[in-house]
C-alpha cells in the first residue's frame, strides 16, 4: 500500500494532454516532483507552467517514446535531476483506425512505434532504476503504470493496428507484474484499460513524424476516424476522473484499471469465444444498427 505521495517522483509520457495531464494535475497537488515527457512543445509548456504555478519542481522533455535513445537520454536526465522515481506512467500513446490490411507500412511503424515499443522503452528503461533504489533502501515503494486501452482487451473491427497494440501492451504489463513479484515486493505495476474517455486521442495525427507521413486515407480509415471522433467526444467519462482512479490503483495495489466497468460484459463473452473455441461474437450484438451503419458505408460503391 503507497499512502504517501509527497516528495516522490513521477515520470509522465504523454504529459501534454489527456491522462498524462490530469494525472500531473493530481501529482502537483500532492507535492510531488514531476517529469513531463511530450512529443508536442506546446502542450508541454503549457503544461509546464501549470505545474510549476501549482508549486511542482519539474523537469520537461521534449521527446518521441518511440526512439529508444530519447527515451535512455530521458532516464539520465530524471536520475541526475531526481535521483530513480518512484512511478512511472508510461502513458503517451496514438490512435488509428480502418480495415487492418489497409494500414501502410508507415502507419504501422508509427503506431507500434508510439503505442508498444513507447512503453517497452519505458519499462526497459526506468524498471532497473527503480529496482536498484530498491535494492539500497528498503522503506522504497515504486509502482509503474502502463497504459492500454479496453482495445488491449477487445477486438472491435476496422481499429486493427491500434488492437494489435494495445494487446501487447496488455501482456507486457501483465508479464512485468509477474515479473517483478518474483525479485521484490517494493515495486508494483498496473494497466490502465479506458473505454472512450475525451483526452484528444482521437486527434493523434496532429503528432505524427514527417518521416512516417500518411497516404491519403482510404474509405475504411475516414470511417473510423469518424467513428472514434463520436464516441471519444460523447465520452461520459472524464480523464480528470480517470486520473483520479489510477492513482486510487496506486494506493491499493491494483493491478487493472477500467474507465468503463460495464464494458466488462464484453470482454467475458471473448473469454468465453476463447474457452468454447467457438467463432468470435458479433461485437455489435447488443446494438446492432451500429454494425448494419458501419457494413453499409464500408460496401458502399
Not at 488491449?152 to 507484474?177: D, F, I, Q, W
Request: charged share 15%; hydrophobic share 50%; with cysteine.
Amino acid at each position: 500500500m503507497i499512502t504517501n505521495f509527497k516528495d516522490k517522483t513521477a515520470v509522465l509520457t504523454g504529459a501534454g494532454s489527456g491522462f498524462g495531464l490530469e494525472c500531473a494535475r493530481i501529482g502537483a497537488a500532492l507535492g510531488m516532483n514531476l517529469v513531463l515527457a511530450d512529443v508536442q512543445q506546446d502542450a508541454l509548456d503549457a503544461a509546464t507552467a501549470e505545474m510549476r504555478a501549482l508549486g511542482a519542481p519539474v523537469l520537461a522533455v521534449k521527446l518521441d517514446v518511440a526512439k529508444a535513445a530519447e527515451v535512455e537520454a530521458l532516464g539520465a536526465a530524471v536520475m541526475a535531476r531526481f535521483g530513480a522515481p518512484h512511478f512511472v506512467f508510461n502513458n503517451a500513446g496514438v490512435g488509428a483506425g480502418g480495415l487492418i490490411w489497409e494500414h501502410t507500412l508507415a502507419d504501422w511503424e508509427w503506431v507500434v512505434g508510439v503505442n508498444l515499443m513507447g512503453v517497452a522503452h519505458g519499462v526497459r528503461v526506468f524498471t532497473p532504476m527503480m529496482l536498484a533504489a530498491a535494492k539500497s533502501d528498503p522503506t522504497y515503494q515504486g509502482h509503474i503504470v502502463n497504459t492500454a486501452s479496453m482495445a488491449g482487451l477487445l477486438n472491435a473491427p476496422n481499429m486493427g493496428v491500434y488492437n494489435v497494440t494495445k494487446h501487447a501492451v496488455v501482456s507486457m504489463s501483465e508479464t512485468l507484474y509477474q515479473d517483478l513479484a518474483l525479485v521484490t515486493d517494493q515495486i508494483g505495476a498496473s494497466v490502465l484499460c479506458p473505454f472512450f474517455v475525451t483526452t484528444g486521442i482521437n486527434k493523434s495525427h496532429r503528432n505524427r513524424p514527417a518521416d512516417l507521413a500518411s497516404a491519403p486515407p482510404t474509405r475504411s480509415q475516414l470511417i473510423g476516424q469518424a467513428m472514434s471522433d463520436k464516441a471519444v467526444g460523447s465520452g461520459k467519462v472524464s480523464a480528470a476522473e480517470v486520473a483520479q482512479m489510477v492513482f486510487d490503483a496506486i494506493a491499493s495495489n491494483k493491478f487493472y484499471i477500467y474507465s468503463h466497468p460495464k464494458a466488462i460484459g464484453s470482454v467475458q463473452t471473448r473469454m468465453e469465444d476463447v474457452m468454447l473455441a467457438r467463432n468470435p461474437t458479433d461485437p455489435f450484438a447488443h446494438k446492432p444498427e451500429i454494425g448494419i451503419e458501419l457494413k453499409r458505408a464500408l460496401r458502399a460503391e
